[in-house]
């Protein structure tokens, strides 16, 4: 860091001209900051944007427009600006496309300018500019057709290399990021006077407030304007109100924070930049934190933005919307030129003539489009001097990096060549009415104020200040209290019998007396080769607007797609109405005929690293260890994802070399001697009531009334639509007692599942479930030698013979002199086996005792791979077969669906093309050769016909090396299957360029007889 | 968007799983095909007010039948599944 | 003189004039009283459609009807991405016929829609998912389909700034369909809407459907907000809408309308070649050639008509985007938008005749139907001409369901919101 500091330490000469620095409210000239820009060392103040300290420093060209890479100075004082974007940082923190007017100014900023080549002030893509005749709108719809081949070769990767605008890093995003709930009554957007004076009132009537401003200051245009309120500037009352809003215990105030999107429900998106101010973010810190807040009402205060005029050449570095001159002069104390044009169609704008001369520049020309002079241009004018023109307006400027020139043409026509250095616009104010329309509301057109203003029918989002089409001061303070007493009375506070606050005294009379001028584009001026910008960043003009209109794009949606018009970085924030009334005026509509675009969140654009938060890496998802996790990693165990789970996939041994070996080594332990496998990952339900077994009757499609007290069944679920849904055990413990298990994948579907069959379907019936998933560590052990093993542990006083605990039998036991456990006869790899669940806790112990008891016995653990092997060889259907595509008949089941009683899926899964006996069906396989593997997803072709789909007869579903056959065995799916067995097949996997030969043979094909099993 | 569930109170949608169409009746094991059909397939998805099954998959683990209007997301009740009235809920 | 040809020729000469004698890309046309055909929605569908039953099937008196402004439904709102890495039979040769009109659609229909055939990748995280596309991948190489089994390394080479090293979910490979890719969404709409237009198909914008007139059982035609229309054959192509227009003719369809959001960045120089979907968590991205990042994930998941959705999705589709590429952090999202999705029963699309006489449904695209479009369209008009389905889209009918003959890529059964 310091580095960084020492390289600034001698701001260098900037070959642009310096202007002294005034104060601002906003900034603290006693301190000063190094900053670079395209490689040029200057400095600025804390408070100071990048741009504010970019016109300190003198620079005005910073950035290349995206079409016909025009040079651009800096157009406002806010988000929205479509100009002065600067790639900001470097390295793997490297930020494209931020705009330099709400960049916060930091010691070491490095920024450069994109989009050109090789440099800023020489960019060789400024000869699109000369290409405009040729690159109007939609130019590339009507060209680059030929040759067909040639648009992925050429002309695409020509125009991809020239269309974007700055570089995303090329590493991944080093800063952390958070997310947080946050729940009021009120919210209030924007800290203006309208947004202070709404937050004040609600506050003062006891409701929960959070005052959300996207600045690092509040006070919104108070800050911007010379203004006095209650005989103070009025940046100074807001300070004051601010600092009475902290001192209250039920309101929250959030700087830097924007509000970016309003959801249903009161839900507001913002994110809040809690670390872009500073080089990186301290530590523990993170860079940015999205925030849900959750407000019963909703305040918009958010302002306006100002619109620009369209004129020919109106792009220039210089040419600058007024109120950003006059935010840039008060706050920043910055004067972004010495001898300047204003040029407006309303009072306000006025308001930059005399800040403009208190902060010592020359006004060169008034230029008021108004026919005649309102009695505040008067005064203006008498108080300064100033040339006024009325009825006039900018017909051209001149100046390629800067402009230098505005020639006016005045009321009768007369041209007058005016030497400036700046040109402060004002085509009057937008309402910011974003938020107002996120939920599908259309905003309604205001002849007086020529602009959309919200056409609001919530109970839940109010609107006040300029936000709302109040122009003034003084109405935006009144408005704002009596937006926020509403919005706290639909709360339930209790409108306080005074007034909150007295509205306090605005010292100015302030006036608007906007007259809509969109454009000062006559019949000349539109035959000159003068480029007219409405959409400033993505280089649509005037003519493109007519050309659109020319070839039926006349709809606002069509003109906006067709042009890209509001499609930039800035959403056509400061271009949407003015496109609007140039597109009303060439289709002869009026404006409200002509409609709005819908406008889409965010307000602003949004870092995707906030709404992704902490959710990546390996932080991206959760993880459900089973009991035994910590066990299995001191065993040196693999892990395998399994949804959300983390499982062993296998046990390798030092000298082990492969994972087959391992595998191989553990199915063989298993088949000869005893394995175990934590099995705690199948969803476990418990079912208690006296209508459980008719319940079980209902989802399963096999018979359950007869079960006995001590049993285990298989059962199979299906869906409504009669396709297989899930598989897995019942054991019923007592006389209204069952456990159920289900598949790892579908454990959350089957208790949804049953739940929707019980509350929604049968809620007469008495019984009740709970998942116990995570209470029990449920551990398999299988194997010739299971039952000596578990001999050790289960308590004497249980009987554990083949004839007192055959297969298939449940109980709950205790082990170990006494602890609770449950034991169940069950088989997954077809060997003598069980499982027996413990309380989770003691999961970690069991795998360690049976361990030690089985020592003996040639005990080992076996991962997800080897119960998978052990399950192919027995002709289980797993996942890869229960996969929501197959029916019971499919998988060989056709004959457990029970006749005798209704169940879920029974009637649809008789329809005829489940039943279709040419379906394919499950089926094993094993290849000629032996050791030639068959490789899932492989499909199944009758023998000598060709590998086309018409002859494709189905697919292997789940393939393995059988150590116990020594052979590759898979299950598949094939038409007409049993009764091809025997039958040779050619099995396709052209992705890999094979065909080999496999017969046909039952799915069992380890102990068809179920001997071992029953042993 | 928000659900208020009669047990949780008012809850964010990520605790909630949809099914859909809560004026459905699962017809009787003997019902006509067409009938059985119409149940599993066809809906009558209207814009405007909805009737619809929610599940507190991440709270009570309670279905719930809600009335919210698709063209504006509005929700106009919530009440239990099981407390629901519904005649002929289940022929079976 | 007027240009109508589009050429680098015609460009330049226009560009010497002002551009002054482009002709409007379709004629702003008013309904006449009567049509051989009708189609309901201008979008790419019914726009498709009208195109290939006058190029094709010389059927020529026909109407588009669109309620607001062409293209303005889900042809407008996609990610842009074309396919046909389908895996079961129904499916494979429709988007394998689909993928081939887009493949010669420019020259075609005489406009750039940017055909990009930049690959599409999809990335599998374990054995079982690596598993199933072989198998999909197997059946598109059966259907004459381009795909390709990618292991690591080639992954790696091909998109190197994915999240290879510190992965929650590991990536293992892909399936790649080279020929897939992206098209700029909205000139298929109006290229179609031009060709369509030139071949005298009327395209009439702000005529919304108010009813339709049923005789006998037999549509005769439609009542609009710009007055009663008679048609021989109505074919409704407005998916978004299927279900409110289909109730018109008192029909109730297999579907329900739910919404989906899709999401750009703001431009940026190009980096992502491929169109990549990410296989443990709902991601799927390109990058357009304007330079934004365009991307999506799941629906909300609820019926919907609002054309918005909600923040869970949003953050869920994101969190996997920066789980798949976390360089792309600091990447701003620009916009979001919601459109409104037939999502059909088992998760495929019905075209097909309906129980009313000369009433044809194409519908039920859930959040694939962009790339369809072309078939789609073929399919639909040589339903309309030929009153039998067309080959490639034979398993689409309707009665499908009752059968059960449903075409479920994902195996969730009849919950749309699955799909």
């Not at chain 1, 992925?152 to 991944?172: H, M, Q, S, T």
């Not at chain 1, 946050?182 to 407030?209: K, Q």
């Not at chain 1, 077994?693 to 199979?716: D, M, S």
Request: charged letters at 20%; glycine letters at 10%; proline letters at 5%.
């Amino acid at each position: 860091m310091h580095g960084i500091l020492n390289a600034f330490s001698s701001a260098s000469q900037s070959s642009e001209r310096k202007t002294s620095r005034l104060s601002g409210n906003g900034i603290d000239t006693t301190k000063t900051l190094c900053f670079s820009f395209d490689g040029h060392n200057y400095t600025g103040h804390p408070g100071d944007t990048l741009a504010s300290a970019l016109l300190a420093n003198g620079v005005r060209l910073v950035g290349r427009s995206f079409k016909y890479h025009r040079p651009r100075g800096i157009l406002s004082a806010g988000p929205e600006e479509p100009n002065a974007l600067v790639e900001l940082r470097g390295g793997a923190r490297r930020e494209p496309n931020s705009r330099a007017t709400v960049t916060e100014l930091y010691d070491g900023l490095i920024s450069t300018s994109q989009n050109r080549w090789p440099n800023l002030a020489f960019d060789a893509l400024g000869i699109n500019g000369m290409m405009s005749p040729v690159f109007t709108a939609g130019f590339y719809y009507k060209t680059f057709m030929w040759p067909a081949s040639f648009w992925e070769k050429f002309y695409e990767p020509v125009i991809r290399r020239a269309a974007g605008l700055g570089r995303a890093a090329d590493e991944a995003d080093p800063d952390h990021y958070e997310k947080n709930n946050a729940f009021c009554d009120v919210l209030v957007i924007g800290s203006g006077p309208a947004g202070l004076s709404s937050a004040l009132a609600a506050a003062e009537s006891g409701a929960r407030v959070i005052l959300c401003e996207q600045d690092s200051l509040l006070g919104g245009r108070l800050r911007a304007e010379n203004i006095q309120i209650d005989n103070h500037p009025g940046w100074q009352w807001a300070e004051d109100i601010v600092s009475h809003l902290r001192n209250m215990s039920n309101v929250r105030i959030m700087t830097r924070s924007c509000v970016f999107g309003r959801y249903d429900g009161g839900t507001y998106g913002v994110v809040e930049r809690v670390s872009d101010h500073l080089a990186e973010p301290l530590p523990g810190q993170p860079r940015q934190r999205l925030w849900r807040i959750i407000a019963k009402q909703g305040i918009v205060a958010t302002g306006g933005i100002e619109r620009p005029i369209v004129f020919p050449n109106n792009d220039r570095p210089g040419i600058m919307l007024a109120g950003a001159v006059r935010t840039y002069i008060n706050r920043f104390g910055v004067t972004p030129g010495q001898q300047a044009v204003v040029y407006v169609n309303n009072d306000d704008g006025l308001r930059t003539v005399s800040d403009l001369l208190a902060a010592g520049a020359r006004i060169a020309a008034v230029v008021d489009s108004r026919a005649q002079p309102s009695s505040q241009a008067k005064t203006i004018i008498q108080q300064t001097g100033a040339p006024l023109f009325f009825g006039a307006r900018i017909a051209d400027t001149s100046g390629y990096r800067g402009v230098k020139m505005a020639i006016i043409r005045d009321n009768k026509g007369k041209n007058h060549r005016i030497a400036c250095d700046l040109i402060a616009v004002s085509g009057g104010w937008n309402p910011d009415i974003a938020l107002t329309t996120h939920d599908g509301g259309r905003p309604v057109y205001n002849e007086t104020l020529a602009t959309f203003v919200p056409a609001l029918d919530s109970e839940d989002l109010h609107v006040a200040g300029v936000a709302a089409g109040t122009m003034t001061t003084a109405e935006a303070l009144r408005e704002g209290a009596q937006v926020g007493q509403r919005a706290a009375a639909q709360c339930g506070f209790r409108e306080p019998s005074t007034p909150p606050v007295a509205t306090p005294a605005v010292d100015q009379d302030e006036t608007y007396g906007v007259v809509a001028q969109w454009h000062a584009l006559d019949k000349e001026s539109s035959q000159r080769a003068g480029k007219a910008f409405i959409d400033f960043q993505n280089d649509v003009t005037a003519k493109d607007t007519k050309l659109a209109a020319r070839e039926g794009f006349i709809s606002v949606e069509h003109l906006k797609r067709y042009t890209t018009l509001g499609m930039a970085t800035d959403q056509g924030k400061t271009a949407n109405v003015n496109a609007l009334a140039l597109l009303a005026e060439v289709t002869q509509q009026s404006i409200p005929q002509t409609g709005t675009t819908r406008v889409r969140p965010p307000t602003q654009p949004v870092a995707l690293g906030a709404l992704g938060g902490p959710h990546r890496g390996k932080h991206f998802k959760p993880y459900r260890l089973p009991p035994t996790h910590q066990w299995a990693v001191e065993q040196g165990a693999v892990f395998t994802a399994n949804g959300l789970w983390l499982r062993a996939q296998w046990y390798p041994r030092s000298n082990e070399t492969s994972w087959e070996e391992t595998v191989n080594r553990e199915v063989k332990t298993v088949r000869n001697a005893v394995g175990f496998c934590d099995v705690t990952t199948l969803g476990k339900i418990d079912i208690q009531g006296p209508d459980a077994a008719t319940f079980l009757e209902r989802v399963y499609v096999n018979a359950w009334q007869k079960l006995p007290i001590g049993r285990a069944r298989y059962g199979l679920m299906l869906r409504e639509d009669g396709f297989a849904f899930d598989d897995g055990t019942t054991a019923r413990l007592g006389e209204n007692h069952y456990v159920m298990t289900t598949t790892t994948a579908n454990a959350g579907p089957v208790m949804q599942h049953l739940e929707f069959c019980h509350q929604w379907l049968w809620p007469e019936m008495n019984v009740q479930f709970i998942s116990v998933t995570d209470e029990w560590a449920q551990i398999a052990v299988a194997g010739p030698k299971a039952r000596d093993v578990l001999r050790q542990i289960v308590d004497p006083a249980f009987d554990l013979s083949n004839e007192a605990f055959g297969y298939m039998a449940a109980a709950s036991v205790t082990i170990c002199g006494g602890q609770t456990a449950r034991l169940f006869r069950l088989s997954f790899s077809g060997e003598l086996a069980y499982e027996l669940a413990v309380p989770a806790r003691y999961g970690d112990a069991l795998a360690k005792l049976l361990m030690r008891v089985g020592q003996s016995y040639g005990i080992a653990p076996y991962g997800t791979e080897a119960l998978g092997v052990m399950r192919i060889e027995k002709g289980h259907p797993a996942g890869p077969e229960l996969n929501g595509q197959t029916t019971a008949h499919d998988l060989g089941m056709g004959r457990i669906l029970s006749k005798k009683k209704d169940f879920i899926g029974k009637t649809m899964a008789a329809r005829p093309a489940l039943t279709d006996p040419s379906r394919p069906t499950l089926v094993g396989l094993r290849p000629l050769s032996p050791t030639l593997p068959l490789v899932s997803g492989s499909h199944l072709l009758p023998k000598g016909k060709p590998a086309t789909a018409c002859f494709d007869q189905g697919w292997i579903s789940s393939s393995a090396w059988s150590p116990t056959l020594k052979s590759w065995i898979a299950l598949g799916f094939l038409a007409h299957g049993p009764e091809r067995h025997g039958e040779i097949i050619a099995v396709h996997n052209p992705l890999a360029g094979t065909i080999t030969e496999a017969e046909i043979v039952s799915p069992v094909f380890v102990d068809p007889e179920g001997t071992r099993l029953h042993a | 968007m928000r659900l208020t569930c009669p047990h949780c109170g008012a809850r964010a949608l990520e605790e909630f799983t949809y099914r859909g169409d809560a004026t459905l009746r699962r017809p009787a094991e003997d019902a006509p095909h067409q009938a059985w059909v119409d149940y599993v397939y066809l809906r009558d998805d209207p814009a405007g007010y909805h009737s619809e099954l929610w599940y507190h998959g991440v709270g009570c683990r309670a279905w719930l039948v809600v009335i919210r209007n698709t063209l504006t997301h509005q929700i106009k009740s919530v009440s239990s599944a099981v407390a629901s009235p519904a005649p002929n809920k289940s022929d079976s | 003189m007027s240009s109508d040809h589009y050429s680098l020729f015609s460009l330049l000469r226009e560009s010497l004039r002002g551009h002054a004698g482009w002709k409007p890309a379709w004629r702003k046309a008013s309904p006449q009283l009567a049509y051989d055909v009708i189609i309901v929605g201008g979008g790419g569908h019914g726009l498709a459609t009208a195109y290939y039953l006058a190029r094709r099937y010389g059927i020529q008196r026909v109407a588009v009807l669109e309620k607001g402004w062409i293209g303005g439904g889900n042809v407008g709102r996609n990610t842009t991405i074309v396919r046909s890495n389908y895996l079961l039979p129904g499916n494979t040769p429709f988007y394998e016929c689909s993928m081939k009109l887009w493949e010669g659609l420019e020259q075609d229909i005489n406009y750039n829609a940017m055909v990009s055939q930049r690959g599409v990748l999809n990335l599998f995280h374990n054995d079982a998912q690596r598993n199933a596309y072989i198998r999909r991948g197997n059946a598109m190489r059966l259907n004459g389909v381009d795909a390709e089994l990618l292991n690591i390394e080639a992954v790696r080479n091909k998109v190197p700034f994915l999240n290879f090293d510190n992965a929650r979910f590991p990536i293992q490979g892909g399936l790649l369909q080279r020929r897939g890719g992206t098209v700029r969404h909205d000139a298929v709409a109006w290229g179609y809407a031009r060709a369509a237009d030139r071949l005298g198909v009327d395209i009439i914008e702000n005529c919304e459907v108010t009813g339709i007139t049923i005789q006998n059982g037999i549509a005769t035609g439609v009542e609009t907000t710009r007055g009663k229309i008679t048609a021989g054959k109505i074919g409704l192509a407005c998916a978004g809408n299927s279900s409110l227009v289909a109730a018109m003719a008192g029909l109730r369809l297999p579907i329900e309308s739910h919404v989906l959001q899709a999401f750009v960045t703001e431009g940026l120089k190009p980096f992502i070649d491929c169109v990549t979907t990410f296989g443990a968590g709902h991601f799927y991205i390109s990058q357009s050639d304007k330079g934004g990042l365009v991307f999506g994930g799941d629906i909300d998941g609820y019926n919907s008509y609002a054309q918005r959705g909600n923040l869970p999705v949003v953050e869920d589709v994101i969190e996997g985007g920066m789980a798949l590429m976390p360089r792309i952090g600091r990447v701003r999202l620009l916009r979001q938008w919601g459109g409104i999705m037939d999502m059909s029963m088992d998760g495929s699309p019905i075209i097909d005749h309906t129980s009313v006489g000369g009433l044809y449904l194409n519908a039920g695209w859930c959040y694939g139907g962009f790339k369809a479009t072309p078939a789609s369209g073929l399919c639909f008009a040589h339903l309309l001409a030929r009153d039998e389905p067309h080959e490639v889209a034979r398993d689409y009918r309707l009665d499908r369901f009752g059968r059960g003959a449903v075409i479920d890529e994902k195996g969730v059964g009849a919950q749309p919101n699955l799909h």
